[in-house]
């Protein structure tokens, strides 16, 4: 039986490496972001190149309307969605103190009601019906304290290894997908200089993808794709007080 996935922020970087990869692995598409025309190019690409069912759902996800009309197509019993992607994600120039007020709830509303009302949809729907999986796309910068944009990260990683474990006998799965420099729109995005990233730092984002699925496989709650990433993410816990200070320092 064919598959369905719902990718949010389909439309660049680790969202559209997900929608081009589970395509080629057969699964039907819901696509979600705010440029129609993205997302409608990349519906016509998958659909001639994987013959999948590609379904466009143009939506500001930091808006009430945005996350309703996504929560729909996950509520939508008569055409069911296996795997959630909880990806749609960007980083506020600033720093927070600094940055006005109404643009970090629009922060809060993206990172974590999004994702928040999105996974609570799914996991009733799937619970109903037997099972499915999510995937919500954390941050390393969850595992330590770097502003706004880490808790919001810290947050979505919590709250994901709490679901794995109470949701694992309705067979629902969550992973928090936990990469570091990703190759994207996001910095760029985010005003963000990264010219003093070292090359070694950087994955990109059709591996990140790759990672995460063969961890979902092996029941993993927690991906951190690549090694030097996995060796940071646990050193990060033991730190010592003068080095989380002055990666502290950088973060928004
Ligand atoms: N790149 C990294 O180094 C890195 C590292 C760790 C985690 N992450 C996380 O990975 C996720 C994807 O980021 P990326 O690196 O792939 O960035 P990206 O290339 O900038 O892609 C972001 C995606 O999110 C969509 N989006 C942004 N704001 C949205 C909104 N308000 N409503 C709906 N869709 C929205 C964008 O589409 P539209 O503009 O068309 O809406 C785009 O498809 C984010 O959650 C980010 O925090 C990134």
Redesign the pocket.
């Known amino acids: 039986m064919t598959r369905r996935a719902l990718v949010?922020?389909?439309?660049?970087?680790?969202?559209?490496a997900f929608a081009k990869e589970l395509a080629r692995r057969g699964y039907d598409l819901v696509i979600?972001?705010?440029?129609t025309e993205?997302?409608e190019s990349l519906a016509t690409q998958m659909r001639s190149k994987h013959r999948v069912e590609v379904d466009v759902v143009t939506?500001?996800?930091?808006t009430t309307e945005?996350v309703r009309a996504t929560v729909n197509k996950l509520t939508d019993t008569t055409r069911p969605v296996d795997l959630l992607v909880n990806?749609?994600?960007?980083?506020l120039a600033g720093w927070f103190g600094t940055t006005d007020i109404n643009d970090e709830d629009?922060q809060l509303d993206?990172?974590v009601r999004?994702p928040m009302h999105l996974m609570d949809a799914a996991i009733k729907t799937m619970a109903g019906r037997g099972g499915g999986q999510i995937i919500n796309?954390?941050?390393?910068?969850a595992f330590t304290p770097r502003g706004v944009?880490s808790a919001h990260?810290a947050w979505l990683l919590n709250l994901s290894q709490w679901a794995d474990i109470h949701y694992a006998d309705v067979n629902i799965s969550v992973q928090a997908l936990?990469?570091?420099?990703?190759?994207?729109?996001?910095?760029q995005?985010g005003e963000m200089d990264v010219s003093g990233v070292p090359k070694w730092m950087w994955?990109k984002?059709d591996k990140v993808v790759k990672t995460s699925l063969k961890d979902l496989d092996k029941g993993k709650s927690v991906s951190i794709p690549s090694v030097r990433y996995k060796v940071l993410a646990g050193l990060a816990r033991y730190l010592p007080k003068g080095l989380v200070t002055r990666i502290a320092k950088r973060g928004r």
């Open positions: 949010t922020g389909a439309t660049s970087g680790i969202g559209n979600v972001a705010r440029t993205r997302l939506a500001d996800l930091s945005g990806n749609a994600g960007a980083s629009r993206l990172l999004a796309v954390s941050s390393v910068a944009y990260k936990c990469p570091g420099f990703v190759r994207t729109e996001f910095h995005r994955l984002a």
